[in-house]
């Protein structure tokens, strides 16, 4: 028994000697400190960055959308493979007017590539074309017309009666153009214009298209 004890003993001694020289760990209590200044500043240039971001993206959207021209049926205005820019958000607020540069697929069709021309009539009008000019509601209308001297009528040389969302759009070249007189692309309805054709990004036209 007091062999026993002894060990014991000796055992404690042992253990509180390894306690004491153990180093006791110590975290002191820090406040964290929140600064409300930089915080604002922060989330303030993230909006800003999103912002910018945003407008940027809406400025492609809308103004920035890429279409080659194909042909010179728009010559001396635009040639042939001149890249211009489509404003689409500017006849959301306004309807297209006689003398615009639409951009558009005939027939609504998809699969087709776009096509580049100006309007010459407007929803409801009546239009015909005799004598080389262009008559809207039997009278000859100059204003906003780009073209005279037209030797192929095609259609039109009959009176066309316009729906009430329906364009009749000619190529500044009219010789050289296929556009509303001939049967393959016809009357343009407003749901499939693209947009308005308003800067050459390409070429020796580079700039805005003047009309």
């Known amino acids: 028994m007091k062999k026993q004890e002894i060990r014991k003993k000796r055992r404690r001694q042992k253990e509180k000697q390894t306690n004491r020289q153990k180093p006791r760990l110590h975290f002191p209590s820090e406040g964290l400190h929140i600064d409300q200044n930089r915080v604002k500043k922060s989330l303030l240039l993230m909006l800003q960055i999103g912002a910018a971001c945003l407008l940027a993206y809406s400025l492609v ?7 080659s021209n194909a042909g ?9 493979g001149d890249v211009v820019l489509v404003d689409r958000l500017v006849y959301n607020a306004v309807k297209p007017k006689r003398g615009d540069i639409v951009v558009f697929k005939p027939g609504g069709n998809q699969n087709a590539h776009y096509l580049i021309k100006r309007v010459a009539a407007l929803p409801g009008e009546m239009i015909q074309i005799k004598n080389g000019s262009i008559y ?37 070249n009219h010789e050289g153009s ?15 214009i693209f947009g308005k054709a308003w800067f ?5 036209h580079f700039g805005r298209i003047k009309e």
Not at 61 to 67: A, D, E, S, T
């Open 178 to 192: 296929d556009d509303s007189r001939t049967a393959d692309v016809g009357t343009v309805k407003r749901k499939d």
């Open 136 to 172: 809207i509601d039997g009278q000859v209308c100059t204003e906003g017309i780009y073209v005279s001297d037209i030797r192929s009528a095609g259609v039109a040389a009959e009176p066309v009666e316009l729906g009430a969302n329906e364009y009749f759009v000619i190529g500044d």
């Open 61 to 67: 959207l809308f103004y920035g959308q890429r279409v």
């Open 200 to 204: 050459v990004v390409s070429g020796d």
């Open 72 to 80: 010179d049926s728009m010559s001396p205005i635009l040639k042939n």
